[in-house]
C-alpha cells in the first residue's frame, strides 16, 4: 500500500487492528492532534460512527477499487449502514456539484459590469458548505434511525462510548448482547490481575489478545513450553493451576473437555487448591451443563465467584480477537470481565444462571457440526453424479447459505488443505455433548446422530486432529 497515494478527501477503507476494513474518509485531524512518530499514516474519519483514528498508510485502501472484495467478505447490519452512508454520501456529492456546476454556468453569462468592477461572490463556497454538513451527518449516521418499541433513535450511538447494546428484545431481560471493543481499538483493560490455563488453539490467541490490550496475565499450561511464547510477550508464569488462582483477582480457563476441566479445578494442585474468598474463576471450555453445575457449586464453596463463558469460534477468530462469548453465573463477575472480553472478543451475551452457556454453546456446535457434514456430503454427491465441486460452492456463495466459514469450509475440502482451524475430534465431542443433553430432556437429535456417526467413521480415519472440514474424507473412503 505505501504505493498508493492519498489526500484529503479521500474514501478508504481503513484496518485497526484486529478489526475488519470498514469505510471511511481521509480528513484533516484536530489541530491539537498530533500526528504519530514512524510510519506514515492518515487521519480518517469513519462512516457510521464517531470514530476517528491516525491509520497507517499499509492498513489503508482506496474505496471504489476495493468496494466489492470487503462487501463481500464483511456482513453485519451496521458494517452494511456504513456502506450505505458512503455511497448516500457520493449520491448527494454528486448532485450538489452538478448544481454547482449549472449555477456557475449561469452565472458566467449574467456577469455584472458594473463599474466599481468588483466580483459577484461565488456560490461555490455555499455548496460546498452544504455538502460538508451533508457529510458530517452521513459520517455520523444522524440521518439514519431505527424503530424500536414505536420510538425512533439513532442507529448508531458512537462505538467508542457503547460498551453494551440489547441485541434482541427477550422475555429475560437477563439476556445481553454487550458489544465489542471500539472501533479505534480504544480499550481500558481492567487493573485486576488476570490468570489465564490453557493455551491451546483457543486459549492462545484470547491471552495473545489480552496482552496487547494491556492486561496483566499470569499463564498455566499443562505442557509448559507452550508459554515461552506468552512470557516473551510480557506474561507472568504460575507453576500450577492453585498458584495462578492464588496469585490472580480473575483466572480464566480453556481446555478440551469435561474430563480436562474437572481435573483442571479438582486435581492435584488444581484451581480449588487456590480458591480464596474474593478469588473468580471463569469455565471458557465447552462442557455438559452437568460439570458447568458442578464447578459453579464447589468454587463458591471456597468463598470464590463463578462464571462460565464458553466461546464460540475458531482459531483464527481467536487470533483476531473476534470470538462470541457467551455468558452465564455471577452477573458481578460477568461485569468485571468487561474489558476482557472486549480484547478476545466481538459480542458477549449474558444468558442468565450457570449451565445456559453451556446448552446454548452445545446447541450452536450442533448446528455447524450437522450443517459441515452436510456439506461435505453434497460436495461428494456432485461429484460422484459429474458436477463441478467448485460450481456446487459459487451457487452456493451466492444465495441464502452464503457466508465465511461455507466458503473457507469449502475451499479447504477442495484444496485438500485440513490443517485445524477447529479440530475434528471437538466438534464431534460437542456433537456427542449436545445429543446427551438431547437425551436427558427426552427430545429428538436425529440430524445431530447422524452426523455424528460421520463424525465417528473420520475419527477412524485418523482424521482426529485436523480441522473438521475433513470429515469430507468420511464420505470419499
Not at 43 to 49: I, S
Not at 312 to 320: E, I, T, Y
Request: charged share 25%; glycine share 8%.
Amino acid at each position: 500500500m505505501a504505493s498508493v497515494h492519498l489526500r484529503i478527501g479521500d474514501l478508504v477503507w481503513g484496518k485497526l487492528g484486529r478489526y475488519p476494513p470498514w469505510p471511511g474518509k481521509v480528513v484533516s485531524p484536530p489541530k491539537d492532534l498530533k500526528k504519530p512518530r514512524g510510519k506514515k499514516c492518515f487521519f480518517v474519519k469513519f462512516f457510521g460512527t464517531e470514530d476517528h483514528a491516525w491509520i497507517k498508510v499499509e492498513q489503508l485502501k482506496p474505496y471504489h477499487p476495493h468496494k466489492e472484495e470487503m462487501i463481500k467478505i464483511n456482513k453485519g447490519k451496521r458494517f452494511q449502514q456504513a456502506v450505505d452512508a458512503v455511497e448516500e454520501f457520493l449520491r448527494k456529492s454528486k448532485g450538489k456539484e452538478q448544481a454547482s456546476h449549472n449555477y456557475s454556468n449561469s452565472e458566467d453569462k449574467n456577469k455584472s459590469t458594473a463599474a466599481d468592477g468588483r466580483k459577484r461572490r461565488s456560490p461555490t463556497k455555499s455548496v460546498q458548505s452544504m455538502l460538508e454538513e451533508d457529510e458530517e451527518d452521513l459520517l455520523s449516521h444522524k440521518h439514519i434511525s431505527l424503530q424500536k418499541d414505536g420510538k425512533s433513535g439513532s442507529s448508531m450511538e458512537p462505538i467508542s462510548k457503547r460498551l453494551k447494546i440489547i441485541e434482541e428484545e427477550m422475555a429475560s431481560t437477563s439476556i445481553q448482547a454487550a458489544d465489542s471493543t471500539a472501533l479505534n481499538g480504544s480499550i481500558t483493560p481492567t487493573d485486576k490481575r488476570i490468570g489465564f490455563l490453557g493455551l491451546g488453539h483457543m486459549g492462545s490467541g484470547i491471552v495473545s489478545n489480552l496482552l496487547k490490550m494491556g492486561h496483566v496475565v499470569t499463564v498455566w499450561n499443562r505442557t509448559a513450553e507452550k508459554c515461552d511464547l506468552f512470557i516473551q510477550e510480557g506474561a507472568r508464569l504460575g507453576r500450577t493451576p492453585a498458584e495462578v488462582v492464588s496469585m490472580c483477582d480473575i483466572t480464566f480457563s480453556c481446555v478440551s473437555d469435561p474430563k480436562a476441566a474437572k481435573d483442571l479445578v479438582l486435581g492435584p494442585s488444581g484451581v480449588l487448591q487456590g480458591i480464596q474468598p474474593g478469588k473468580c474463576y471463569v469455565e471458557m471450555s465447552t462442557v455438559d451443563p452437568e460439570t458447568i453445575n458442578e464447578l459453579s457449586q464447589v468454587i463458591p464453596s471456597r468463598g470464590g465467584r463463578f462464571l462460565e463463558a464458553p466461546v464460540s469460534g475458531s482459531q483464527q477468530l481467536s487470533n483476531d480477537g473476534m470470538l462470541v462469548i457467551l455468558a452465564a453465573g455471577d452477573r458481578t463477575l460477568y461485569e468485571d470481565c468487561s474489558s476482557c472480553f472486549q480484547a478476545m472478543g466481538k459480542t458477549s451475551f449474558f444468558l442468565g444462571e450457570a449451565g445456559n452457556a453451556a446448552k446454548m454453546m452445545l446447541i450452536l456446535s450442533m448446528v455447524q457440526g450437522s450443517f459441515m457434514a452436510t456439506i461435505a456430503e453434497g460436495l461428494t454427491l456432485a461429484q460422484v453424479t459429474g458436477q463441478s465441486q467448485q460450481t456446487f460452492l459459487d451457487i452456493l456463495c451466492q444465495g441464502q447459505m452464503a457466508s465465511t466459514f461455507l466458503d473457507q469450509k469449502c475451499q479447504n475440502i477442495l484444496q485438500g488443505n485440513f490443517r485445524p482451524d477447529y479440530y475434528l475430534k471437538h466438534i464431534q465431542k460437542d456433537l456427542r455433548l449436545a445429543i446427551s443433553m438431547g437425551d436427558s430432556v427426552n427430545h429428538p437429535t436425529p440430524m445431530a446422530a447422524a452426523a455424528n456417526e460421520v463424525y465417528k467413521r473420520a475419527k477412524a480415519l485418523d482424521q482426529s486432529d485436523n480441522d473438521m472440514s475433513a470429515v469430507y474424507r468420511a464420505y470419499i473412503h
